[in-house]
């Protein structure tokens, strides 16, 4: 158990819809990772959060945002979801070492299934 | 942009056998290497990592990885594997910017037979 929560664990919702993807980080770690799993594209870093501010952007759609609220959990919304949304979708949290970066805790992840 | 090879998508290896999953990173001032690992149905869990010192480091499972800074590789090595080793695994980079986002390669998945 990495300490890091996902909620749900599995989604299954229509084309057009909109979800909200929920993360727990570990107790405290500021930092939030997103990143989305699918079979053509592998994982991607989508976004990341630090102590409730935005700190880098991936390859993240304009459909999808995302924030970290001050009980620094984090919230990933997915919209106008398109069967090609389908993947796991994966946060991580953080806390920095002294060398700066710190090891990633990855969540057991959401799996999305957009029919 | 930093960038993560895996040029072996799957490796069959029989038990007790040694193996090795090769990873090369595009070159970088100063890069943070990664070795994870993924169960079925599993999330991603750190294998070992190289963010500076000695070039070998190692896991508590018997992995071990070396980074060569000359040929930007990052290879993961054990001398002999487990049935239970049969995963997908996963090399990533992270550079010194303010994120330290991991990028990660495409996977290899490594096939245990008996």
């Known amino acids: 158990d990495s300490g890091v929560t996902q909620t749900p664990k599995h989604l299954i919702t229509a084309t057009g819809q909109r979800v909200t993807l929920r993360c727990s980080p570990r107790s405290g770690d500021l930092s939030v990772y997103w990143y989305q799993q699918s079979l053509d594209q592998g994982l991607q870093f989508l976004i990341h959060y630090y102590n409730g501010e935005e700190r880098a952007k991936g390859n993240i759609l304009e459909r999808f945002s995302a924030q970290q609220f001050p009980d620094l959990h984090s919230e990933l919304n997915l919209s106008s979801l398109e069967l090609g949304d389908s993947a796991l979708y994966f946060c991580?949290?953080?806390?920095?070492?002294?060398?700066?970066?710190?090891?990633?805790?990855f969540g057991p992840g959401t799996r999305l299934t957009v029919l | 942009a930093q960038s993560v090879t895996q040029l072996d998508s799957q490796v069959p290896v029989f038990e007790e056998a040694p193996v090795e999953l090769r990873c090369n990173y595009s070159?970088?001032?100063?890069?943070?290497l990664f070795w994870y690992v993924q169960y079925p149905n599993q999330g991603l869990q750190l294998l070992l990592k190289?963010?500076?010192?000695?070039?070998l480091v190692e896991s508590i499972n018997g992995f071990e990885a070396e980074f060569n800074k000359s040929q930007t590789s990052f290879h993961l090595r054990k001398p002999s594997v487990h049935i239970s080793d049969t995963a997908e695994y996963f090399c990533?980079?992270?550079?010194?910017?303010?994120?330290?986002?991991?990028?990660f390669g495409s996977g290899t998945r490594l096939l245990v037979r008996p």
């Open positions: 991580a949290s953080s806390a920095p070492s002294g060398q700066g970066i710190g090891e990633q805790f």
């Open positions: 990533a980079v992270s550079d010194s910017d303010s994120s330290y986002k991991l990028i």
């Open positions: 190289y963010l500076s010192g000695s070039t």
């Open positions: 070159s970088s001032v100063s890069v943070y």
